[in-house]
């Protein structure tokens, strides 16, 4: 038997492959399908199943395109409806993969859908339990992604979570290994650990949400405290998922368009294009097409784009360092922007040496940033990190703008302002000056510094 954890950090996303005895099985694929294939033909097994353990919302799923490629059967939980052909699994039904099956627990309360699958070796004996975003490291999926309008409020999935646990997952044996769809990083959970997989046992010790005296308000209580809303994308993902989507090798092949800066330049203006940069925030600063949107493929590139980009219907032109456009057409379409028309087949210089504008973002370090007077600037510091991170420490005179809400909170700024931005390591700050300088705002300095570093130019008295 094989089990192997296909782990995504962008994403904080683990799929899983399974093998016994010349069949395979795929838990959670992402977009891009061919991985799975050729760890298939590598052993020389045959794709048998494509297990689903929900509608995923943090992105888009392989399944689809996996089905169709391999001839493997979809398979999801109790009540999940879709607009494409799948097998809805009933509760408690057993699948055989070579001498090992797997067995659908339905375990509602992420989402109704969601399901874990749970492996029995030869023995018939559990060895495994794949819990999807039911159950993660440390935490418990979110209870807050019902769909606008259901009627359904968390606090309703909350309690139905909390029944899943206790009935379905806590009571299998201690020695069960816990595989989840996610670890630190994603948005479907708050307080998941870095550790991508577990036992039953320790999680029943050390998982806050399976305390064994919790009763189900207190379980309500903690789990839905302090949730910060879900990225706008979740939603449009989670339709994706349901209804189906193109396939991705049209997505990429659509992407892989080399454009000089003159078929560039045109492509933006006649299709109203996203011009997305996503470079390394060192030369972004120095050097950018006029109001581009940075987004780095070298931090959380797909979640953020998925938070910070509108709608997944604009086109979108890419400015990528050379050997990585293909990388970066193919994380966007993970998240589900399919819409990608080109990218740039030259650098900045090219760029500039074929007569067009380039523009800059003013970037300091912390020391310089401790020698200027803001009182005297007229200037607001403006801290980019998320609540939790805030309240962990700073800088007394900062206000704080968490960047997945930028495009929200925008309008109580103003472009005459003199703003300096911060986050932990400058990757979030350089995000949020394009995004403000794209609308306007011209008066801008970039702190591209460790948030140590900047916390340090103000002594501990001081500090909030």
């Known amino acids: 038997m094989i089990i192997e954890q296909i782990y995504t950090g962008c994403l904080a996303q683990g799929a899983y492959y ?162 989840p769809a996610h670890g630190a990083g994603s948005a479907c959970g708050k307080k998941m650990s870095r550790e991508t997989k577990d036992i039953l046992g320790h999680q029943k010790q050390t998982n806050y949400a399976l305390r064994a005296d919790m009763t189900r308000e207190e379980f309500i209580k903690e789990v839905t405290d302090g949730l910060m809303p879900p990225p706008a994308y979740f939603f449009e993902n989670a339709r994706l998922n349901k209804q189906g989507y193109d396939s991705f090798k049209q997505a990429l092949d659509q992407g892989l368009q080399a454009l000089d800066p003159e078929q560039f330049e045109a492509a933006a203006n006649r299709e109203e294009a996203l011009v997305l940069d996503v470079r390394d925030k060192v030369e972004f600063v120095k050097a950018f097409i006029p109001n581009s949107i940075f987004i780095g493929l070298d931090g959380s590139f797909a979640p953020w784009a998925g938070a910070l980009i509108p709608s997944l219907e604009r086109p979108i032109l890419i400015v990528a360092p050379e050997g990585r456009e293909e990388e970066a057409v193919t994380r966007l379409a993970r998240v589900g922007f399919d819409r990608v028309i080109g990218y740039l087949d030259t650098d900045m210089d090219g760029w500039a040496a074929s007569g067009r504008e380039l ?85 801008l300095i970039n702190i591209q510094d460790k948030v140590d570093d900047i916390l340090a130019t103000e002594t501990s008295a001081t500090i909030a």
């Not at 493997?72 to 057993?94: C, L, M, N, Q, W």
């Not at 989402?111 to 699958?117: D, G, V």
């Not at 200037?379 to 206000?399: M, N, V």
Request: net charge negative; aromatic share 10%.
């Open 359 to 443: 523009d800059r973002v003013e970037t300091i370090k912390a020391p310089e940033f401790g020698q200027r007077d803001l009182e005297k600037e007229g200037a607001s510091l403006l801290d980019l990190r998320k609540p939790g991170e805030w309240d962990g420490g700073h800088l007394s005179f900062a206000k704080n703008y968490p960047l997945d809400f930028l495009n929200e909170s925008m309008s109580e700024l103003e472009q005459s302002q003199t703003y300096y931005l911060h986050c932990r390591s400058g990757y979030r700050s350089t995000i949020a000056a394009s995004i403000l300088k794209a609308r306007g705002f011209d008066h």
């Open 18 to 179: 399974l093998e016994c005895n010349g069949e395979a099985a795929v838990i959670d694929p992402l977009r891009d399908y061919q991985t799975y294939i050729k760890r298939a033909e590598r052993s020389g097994a045959r794709l048998k199943y494509i297990f689903e353990t929900h509608f995923h919302a943090d992105f888009v799923s392989g399944h689809l395109d996996l089905a169709a490629a391999t001839g493997a059967k979809i398979v999801y939980g109790p009540g999940a409806k879709t607009d494409y052909e799948k097998y809805e699994a009933r509760d408690g039904e057993i699948f055989p993969l070579g001498k090992v099956s797997i067995k659908v627990l339905h375990t509602p309360g992420h989402t109704n859908e969601s399901t874990c699958y749970l492996l029995l070796d030869d023995q018939d004996k559990p060895h495994a339990l794949f819990t999807g975003d039911t159950l993660f490291i440390g935490d418990v999926g979110r209870p807050d992604l019902s769909q606008p309008g259901s009627g359904i409020t968390m606090e309703d999935q909350a309690g139905i979570l909390f029944d899943s646990l206790r009935s379905k997952v806590m009571t299998l044996p201690d020695d069960v290994i816990i595989y």
